[in-house]
Structure formats: structure tokens, C-alpha cells
């Protein structure tokens, strides 16, 4: 009766295991800055890319260190628009509700089907980026 924690345990991963290998990623979206502004009263869109490129890492997902640069690389991004104090609040604001723990719309790895944990990307999760990002490159283009 000991094992029967680790058998639970090893069902579940066995589990997670067989729904992320056949998972599709889906086209990548953006909401902006979720719910937050994507810039000032004056300059609508002021932080608008910063947001887009963040959520194009949070679409793809990955590890807990490519979140945590996902995150860093935001507060950057706002910061060097000019908005230091606004950086520091968004950094707060994902870094509480971005996890991947739960099932939200921009949580970390939101294009894969939920649940979608810290990991790195297999050769076909990351295939299946570069395929996305290609389709997403296309339709921005025209």
C-alpha cells in the first residue's frame, strides 16, 4: 500500500505525457495587454508591441526560466517607452496571473490545450511554432 502514492503520481504524468505529445498548437492571438491599457490617454497604443511580443512567448510557452526572461523582457520593453512605474506594475500583474496552473486565456503556453505546465518544447512542439508563426507572418503581411 506504500506505492500507491507513486503509482497515482505515475499515472498522472503518464497521463499529462500522452495529451502534450499529441497536442496542436493553435494559430497565435494576442489580446494586447489583456487587461491592461495598451498605452496612455495621448498614446493609445504606446506599449501595444511590448505586449504583443510577450504574449507571442506566452503563446509558445516553454520553461519556468523562459517565462520569468518572457516577463523581464516586458517590464523592459515598457520601461524603455518611458513608462518605468507602469513596467513595474505590469511585471507584478503577470508574473501573479500568468501562470500556467490555471486555465485562463493568457496564461504561459495558452496556444497549447490546457493543461500545458513548464517544460521545454519538444522538436515537434517547436516545429509546430515555427509553422504557427510562419502562418501568423503571412497574414500580417497582407
Known amino acids: 500500500m506504500a506505492n500507491y502514492p507513486n503509482v497515482i503520481l505515475g499515472l498522472m504524468?503518464?497521463?499529462h505525457a500522452s495529451i502534450t505529445s499529441c497536442a496542436e498548437l493553435k494559430p497565435f492571438t494576442t489580446d494586447g495587454c489583456s487587461s491592461f491599457?495598451?498605452?496612455?490617454?495621448e498614446h493609445k497604443n504606446l506599449w501595444l508591441a511590448?505586449?504583443?511580443a510577450h504574449d507571442l512567448a506566452y503563446w509558445q510557452g516553454g520553461t519556468f526560466k523562459q517565462r520569468e526572461q518572457a516577463d523581464i523582457d516586458l517590464k523592459e520593453c515598457v520601461a524603455q517607452v518611458g513608462e518605468q512605474e507602469?513596467?513595474?506594475?505590469?511585471?507584478?500583474?503577470?508574473?501573479?496571473?500568468?501562470t500556467p496552473f490555471?486555465?485562463?486565456s493568457f496564461r504561459w503556453g495558452y496556444g497549447w490545450p490546457y493543461p500545458k505546465?513548464?517544460?521545454?518544447?519538444?522538436?515537434?512542439?517547436?516545429?509546430?511554432?515555427?509553422?504557427r508563426l510562419a502562418e501568423y507572418a503571412d497574414t500580417e503581411q497582407h
Open 102 to 104: 490555471l486555465p485562463t
Open 50 to 52: 511590448c505586449c504583443t
Open 117 to 131: 505546465f513548464y517544460s521545454e518544447l519538444t522538436e515537434q512542439e517547436r516545429s509546430q511554432v515555427e509553422n
Open 86 to 98: 507602469i513596467a513595474v506594475l505590469m511585471l507584478a500583474g503577470v508574473r501573479v496571473g500568468g
Open 37 to 41: 491599457p495598451d498605452g496612455t490617454r
Open 13 to 15: 504524468l503518464l497521463f
